[in-house]
């Protein structure tokens, strides 16, 4: 009985995993099909690759979503991680509705959080473009950076830090020697979740873009809404693989349990 149970839980695994995997495998191998038709057999070629890699405004466009994606990294990480300090040494009136208030922007839908943003941009006069899109997507992305160092400080021994310093350590070699060795690996899982979620973030950019400065994701909807042409597949699968392989490279470093 208990093999059965087994097999059948290797079966269900197995088919959740297809039906997560499978149009993106689909494709990625369509990515390699030479024909513009995706007709079969499957005939291996790079051809749309080296299209898209000739193609100024798809390059342009990806040039500027990697810009924002390291801004928006750099800021909501520092502000994160700070953030996260902060949250874990004091205690102050509100704390608990303040670290309750993290989790909604996270479950809010962006097509919300992309209109309140327009809305509220254009009411304080810095309204579309770059600035507005970096500081949305900061807004976005901190929560995972405050979730994510505040797991991995969690499991940090405070009296670390009070027995460096009864050893003569000052503030800045505890912080330096202690503190950041300990939550570095949360802070890099962190930065990495910060620019999955700005690079693929879509909504966001496009209700805060001017027109004419398009990142990657908005630029493949307005090519789908023309026709859907392979160099499509080959972008969106190096996104995927980037995304995937940041995401996993985070998931693998957050160490959230802690060291055990």
């Given at each position: 009985?208990?093999r059965?149970?087994?097999?059948?839980?290797?079966i269900?695994?197995?088919?959740?995993?297809f039906?997560?995997?499978?149009?993106?495998?689909?494709?990625?191998?369509?990515?390699?099909?030479?024909?513009?038709?995706?007709?079969?057999?499957?005939?291996?070629?790079?051809r749309?690759?080296?299209e898209?890699?000739?193609?100024?405004?798809?390059?342009t466009?990806?040039?500027?979503?990697?810009?924002?994606?390291?801004?928006?990294?750099?800021?909501?990480?520092?502000?994160?991680?700070a953030?996260?300090?902060?949250?874990?040494?004091?205690?102050?009136?509100?704390?608990?509705?303040?670290?309750?208030?993290?989790f909604?922007?996270?479950?809010?839908?962006?097509?919300?959080s992309?209109?309140?943003?327009?809305?509220?941009?254009?009411?304080?006069?810095?309204?579309?473009?770059?600035?507005?899109?970096?500081?949305?997507h900061?807004?976005?992305?901190?929560?995972?950076?405050?979730?994510?160092?505040?797991?991995?400080?969690?499991?940090?021994?405070?009296?670390?830090?009070?027995?460096?310093?009864s050893?003569g350590?000052?503030?800045?070699?505890?912080?330096r020697?202690?503190?950041?060795?300990?939550?570095?690996?949360?802070i890099?899982?962190?930065?990495?979740?910060?620019?999955?979620?700005?690079?693929d973030?879509?909504?966001?950019?496009?209700?805060?873009?001017?027109?004419?400065d398009?990142?990657?994701?908005?630029?493949?909807?307005?090519?789908?809404?023309?026709?859907?042409?392979?160099?499509?597949?080959?972008?969106?699968?190096?996104?995927?693989?980037?995304?995937?392989?940041?995401?996993?490279?985070?998931?693998?470093?957050?160490?959230?349990?802690?060291?055990?």
């Open positions: 009985m208990l059965m149970l087994g097999i059948l839980g290797r269900w695994l197995g088919l959740i995993l039906f997560l995997y499978a149009p993106i495998v689909v494709m990625a191998v369509m990515s390699f099909n030479a024909s513009p038709y995706y007709q079969l057999p499957f005939e291996f070629s790079t749309w690759y080296q898209m890699a000739a193609n100024d405004q798809i390059i466009a990806a040039i500027r979503s990697v810009l924002i994606a390291c801004a928006t990294t750099v800021i909501a990480t520092a502000l994160g991680t953030a996260s300090v902060a949250l874990f040494r004091y205690d102050f009136r509100a704390k608990r509705v303040l670290q309750a208030l993290l909604p922007p996270i479950a809010i839908p962006w097509l919300i992309g209109t309140a943003m327009l809305i509220f941009f254009f009411s304080i006069g810095i309204g579309r473009g770059t600035p507005a899109v970096i500081i949305g900061v807004a976005l992305a901190l929560p995972y950076v405050i979730v994510t160092v505040s797991a991995r400080m969690s499991s940090f021994d405070i009296t670390l830090e009070e027995a460096a310093r050893l350590a000052s503030q800045w070699t505890v912080l020697r202690v503190t950041l060795p300990w939550i570095t690996p949360g890099i899982a962190g930065a990495l979740f910060a620019f999955a979620v700005s690079f973030q879509f909504v966001v950019s496009y209700f805060l873009s001017e027109p004419g398009t990142t990657l994701p908005v630029l493949i909807y307005t090519a789908i809404r023309k026709g859907f042409t392979p160099e499509i597949n080959a972008i969106s699968t190096i996104i995927i693989v980037v995304s995937m392989a940041l995401v996993l490279f985070a998931t693998r470093n957050s160490k959230f349990g802690g060291e055990s």
